[in-house]
């Protein structure tokens, strides 16, 4: 080795360092000796003025002798040394490139090395169930293969062995620390077509085996603690607690949350450890309370913490990764199918519901103790603390679930209303406070109204309801929306704010849904078109007190409304319901009479018949419509209602006989018969009340609500009198026929009842 240093130094030309260095020297020596002389020769030449031709002639000869050896020596240098050194850095390079090969196949030989060592302690150590070792060894040789593929030189062939045998082992582990997990933690599940009630979870059975050994009781937790640490080294404890969790969620968390009688159990088995069953017990409940469904949660969670997911991975609780999985599904059911049902539906139990709120907190705070819950507040939490608005909400929404049943129900069941019904209002607290200044105050305020007072004073039912029927659901109605408005007596106001605005949407609702849901049935039958009539009436008187009888005990601004605003739609939806039916019926009437024939050659007897029947089909209406309004509409507008219609049969008669241009003696003598059946029997169509005694009174004031009746009593007389009578009756325009009918109209009937003669004639001259 030291003989090839030698020979690489003295072929760059080291070894020539010190000759060059002495000739260096003497060539130095001579310059100086020779400047020396030179200037002594030109300073005996100028200063001493002493001839010295032949010495300076010798030292112009040294000079150019001393530049040659400089020069020869430059050329030395540049041509020998330089291209020995050229020879010496490349072959100093190759050397450097050998060494670096080298080095990397010592490196990669490294890596084999510590790969098979790693595999030998992997097989080893997987053999004695050392699970979290042999994961490491594991880990190291697949540290060991990625090392290998970083060097771009690598034998592929070798690597894809190696990655392919990582590759198993992992597996072969991940199958092995798989068939622990399942010995650790054995689920019972019934099949999962038969989940169809609570009986089929009673089949599932959770066996935490431990497999404690009698000579060593710490066993099975470092095993329990080795398989978990591999399954984390493995990137695998997520996956196996994330299906574990499901399966628990599933089989067992969520069936104890729904089913008020299913419950938890914890067994002991020598051969399978413990066991955790679910059984039943008779439970009349139809949702379970909270504090039940805590009991069984923990009791499952407190049993898999002390066997199964009491240690910790890398800082972090295995209980940890199991809450992660489970708590939000978890949670949300619990909130869905029991704190939802535990809402109280009465404002007198919301103080009570603080005892929910207290179990809550513990079972968070329990949960937490172990590991499967961390932060300090959780929607279960939230949602049990805001009980207030989750009442409100509640109750609007059973409110209005309710309030649409109701108008969804038959509307002819009935209940008769009085001028002396009064709504059944609970007794709200005094909002004044009682103070001793204000009980002064309305004493002198009442002294005042005493002094003020007039003379003559309102009825007692003035502004009052008339009689009338409406529908039972309506009643019950109100009831509920009074019944609303008190609950927000006295409640928070965000719950009082809620339940107003829900008492105003169940009259917005009844609006949009009655008229919609019974249409046909309200244009079809004219006794349920009565009955809307008064609904909607009856509502609307209450409407406008309802809302200054609990204004002061509610925390609303003054610029509310309230429920006045709504008054004047209910009105205006009653009248149009009742005016429709009241369309249909003079549809129907004009409809019969239009089968009279006009009422015109009477004296035909088919033509008489068919008169006298479109006459009796109407008067039978009109009797028929007596008998399904009456004790229902208010007396006024039952008596306006067969007053309107009765006029427009016979305003359509009036019409169709002045139209006639020749009416024979036969023709005015059934004309006449037919007038006098509805001067007979129209009145007797006014029965309003069910006591026919009293019935007569309004029979009596046909006039007034029939608008066409005089006329037509005028023109019944006409159709059967002289033309001395028509002409008396007309007593020169101031008699009653001139009061009904105009001169032309006279003229006009006289000329188709009567010929032309001279007495038709002085009596035309007489009408005027």
């Given amino acids: 080795m030291a003989s090839f240093v030698t020979e690489?130094?003295?072929?760059?030309?080291?070894?020539?360092?010190?000759?060059?260095?002495?000739?260096?020297?003497?060539?130095?020596?001579?310059?100086?000796?020779?400047?020396?002389?030179?200037?002594?020769?030109?300073?005996?030449?100028?200063?001493?003025?002493?001839?010295?031709?032949?010495?300076?002639?010798?030292?112009?000869?040294?000079?150019?002798?001393?530049?040659?050896d400089i020069d020869l020596l430059k050329s030395c240098i540049e041509n020998e040394v330089q291209q020995n050194l050229h020879e010496?850095?490349?072959?100093?390079?190759?050397?450097?490139?050998?060494?670096?090969?080298?080095?990397?196949?010592?490196?990669?030989?490294?890596?084999?090395?510590?790969?098979?060592?790693?595999?030998?302690?992997?097989?080893?150590?997987?053999?004695?169930?050392?699970?979290?070792?042999?994961?490491?060894?594991?880990?190291?040789?697949?540290?060991?293969?990625?090392?290998?593929?970083?060097?771009?030189?690598?034998e592929l062939p070798l690597l894809k062995a190696l990655s392919s045998e990582i590759t198993v082992q992992r597996e072969n582990l991940i199958y092995h620390l798989g068939e622990e997990w399942k010995k650790l933690a054995v689920w019972k599940l019934p099949p999962a077509k038969e989940l169809n009630g609570m009986e089929s979870f009673l089949m599932t059975a959770l066996h935490l085996n431990s497999g404690e050994s009698k000579e060593d009781k710490h066993t099975p937790n470092h095993l329990l603690y080795s398989v978990l640490q591999a399954l984390a080294i493995q990137g695998e404890l997520h996956k196996k607690?994330?299906?574990?969790?499901?399966?628990?969620?599933?089989?067992?968390?969520?069936?104890?949350?729904?089913?008020?009688?299913?419950?938890?159990e914890v067994g002991e088995q020598l051969e399978q450890g413990t066991v955790l069953s679910l059984h039943s017990e008779e439970n009349q409940a139809e949702h379970p309370a909270p504090a039940e469904v805590y009991t069984k949660i923990l009791i499952v969670l407190k049993t898999l913490h002390e066997h199964l997911f009491g240690s910790s991975i890398d800082d972090k609780k295995v209980s940890a990764i199991l809450g992660d999985q489970i708590w939000e599904e978890m949670s949300d059911c619990i909130i869905r199918e029991c704190l939802l049902y535990s809402i109280p539906t009465n404002s007198s139990q919301l103080a009570a519901y603080d005892t929910v709120i207290?179990?809550?907190?513990?079972?968070?705070?329990?949960?937490?103790?172990?590991?499967?819950?961390?932060?300090?507040?959780?929607?279960?939490?939230?949602?049990?603390?805001?009980?207030?608005?989750?009442?409100?909400?509640?109750?609007?929404?059973?409110v209005i679930v309710a309030a649409r049943k109701l108008m969804t129900s038959e509307m002819h069941n009935t209940v008769k209303i009085s001028p002396d019904y009064k709504l059944a209002i609970p007794k709200l607290p005094n909002p004044g406070g009682g103070s001793r200044e204000k009980q002064e105050v309305k004493r002198s305020v009442q002294c005042d109204q005493q002094i003020l007072e007039n003379e003559k004073q309102l009825g007692q039912r003035t502004?009052?309801?008339?009689?009338?029927?409406?529908?039972?659901?309506?009643?019950?109605?109100?009831?509920?929306?009074?019944?609303?408005?008190?609950?927000?007596?006295?409640?928070?106001?965000?719950?009082?704010?809620?339940?107003?605005?829900?008492t105003r949407n169940i009259f917005h609702l009844f609006y949009d849904v009655v008229p919609t849901y019974h249409k046909d049935n309200l244009l079809k039958f004219p006794h349920l078109a009565a009955i809307q009539h008064n609904n909607c009436m009856f509502l609307a008187h209450h409407?406008?007190?309802?809302?200054?009888?609990?204004?002061?005990?509610?925390?609303?601004?003054?610029?509310?409304?309230?429920?006045?605003?709504?008054v004047p739609g209910f009105r205006r939806l009653g009248a149009q319901c009742f005016v429709a039916q009241m369309n249909v019926q003079k549809a129907e009437m004009l409809e019969r009479l239009s089968?009279?024939?006009?009422?015109?050659?009477?004296d035909d007897e088919d033509n008489y018949s068919a008169a006298s029947k479109a006459v009796r089909q109407v008067i039978h209406q009109l009797k028929r419509l007596g008998k399904v309004w009456q004790d229902v509409l208010p007396v006024n507008i039952y008596c306006k209602s067969m007053g309107t219609l009765l006029n427009t049969a016979i305003s359509e008669m009036i019409t169709k006989i002045m139209m006639l241009e020749d009416i024979s003696t036969e023709d005015g003598e059934r004309l006449h018969t037919l007038c006098q059946t509805i001067i007979e029997e129209g009145p007797l169509v006014f029965t309003p009340l069910p006591e026919e005694n009293k019935n007569k009174k309004y029979q009596e004031e046909v006039p007034v609500y029939v608008k066409k009746w005089m006329t037509f009593k005028e023109l019944s007389i006409v159709l059967h009198a002289s033309l001395q009578e028509i002409v008396d009756?007309?007593?020169?325009?101031?008699?009653?026929l001139a009061q009904e009918f105009s001169s032309s109209e006279m003229k006009s009937l006289i000329r188709a009842l009567f010929q032309n003669t001279d007495r038709r004639a002085i009596a035309l001259t007489k009408i005027k």
């Avoid at 790693?118 to 090392?147: D, F, I, P």
């Fill in 8 to 68: 690489v130094l003295a072929s760059s030309g080291k070894l020539e360092k010190d000759d060059l260095a002495s000739k260096i020297s003497k060539l130095s020596r001579k310059v100086d000796e020779t400047k020396e002389e030179v200037s002594d020769m030109i300073n005996k030449k100028y200063n001493e003025f002493i001839p010295s031709m032949d010495s300076a002639e010798e030292l112009m000869d040294q000079v150019e002798a001393v530049s040659k």
């Fill in 241 to 264: 607690i994330k299906l574990f969790g499901q399966v628990l969620l599933k089989y067992m968390l969520k069936p104890l949350i729904m089913y008020p009688s299913l419950l938890v």
């Fill in 358 to 398: 207290k179990e809550t907190e513990d079972f968070e705070n329990q949960l937490k103790d172990m590991g499967y819950l961390s932060g300090d507040s959780t929607d279960l939490l939230k949602y049990a603390r805001n009980v207030n608005c989750h009442f409100a909400s509640k109750k609007c929404q059973d």
């Fill in 543 to 566: 409407l406008l007190t309802l809302g200054h009888q609990f204004r002061p005990h509610l925390p609303l601004k003054d610029g509310v409304a309230y429920f006045v605003d709504l």
């Fill in 729 to 736: 009756r007309w007593a020169e325009g101031k008699g009653p």
């Fill in 595 to 602: 089968t009279a024939r006009n009422f015109s050659n009477l």
């Fill in 463 to 502: 502004l009052c309801l008339p009689v009338c029927r409406i529908s039972e659901s309506v009643q019950q109605l109100m009831e509920l929306a009074i019944k609303t408005l008190s609950e927000a007596v006295g409640s928070s106001p965000q719950c009082a704010f809620q339940l107003f605005y829900t």
């Fill in 88 to 154: 010496a850095v490349t072959e100093y390079a190759k050397l450097k490139q050998q060494l670096e090969k080298n080095t990397v196949v010592i490196s990669m030989l490294q890596h084999l090395q510590e790969f098979d060592t790693a595999m030998e302690e992997y097989h080893k150590t997987l053999q004695e169930k050392k699970y979290e070792a042999a994961a490491k060894q594991l880990g190291k040789a697949r540290g060991s293969v990625e090392a290998l593929k970083a060097w771009k030189n690598s």
